[in-house]
């Protein structure tokens, strides 16, 4: 049992180190958006980077999600509070 408990870590942190942080998802929407502006590109390659900006901004809508709910702050009386 105790082998399948560190499968499990081994395999969460593996997904962590592939998952990359809001900056990286900022950078990489900013590498898309400067090759679509480059008048030369294809339709076709166009709308594969739009798709994928489209992606890439599904990602960090759930990543702020997380960060959100992150910061819930459970008060003395078990009532959750937005942190502010």
Known sequence: MSDRV??????????DAK?????E???????????????????????SLYEKGMKQIRR?????DLVEKKMLVIAQDGAEEPFE
């Not at 560190?6 to 997904?15: A, G, R």
């Not at 998952?19 to 900056?23: A, K, Q, R």
């Not at 998802?25 to 076709?44: H, K, N, T, V, Y």
């Open 6 to 15: 560190n499968e499990t870590d081994t395999s969460q942190e593996t997904k």
């Open 19 to 23: 998952d990359p942080t809001l900056e």
């Open 25 to 47: 998802l900022f950078a990489q929407l900013d590498e898309i958006l400067a090759a679509m502006d480059d008048r030369e590109i294809s339709l076709e390659d166009a709308f």
């Open 60 to 64: 960090c809508n759930e990543k702020l």
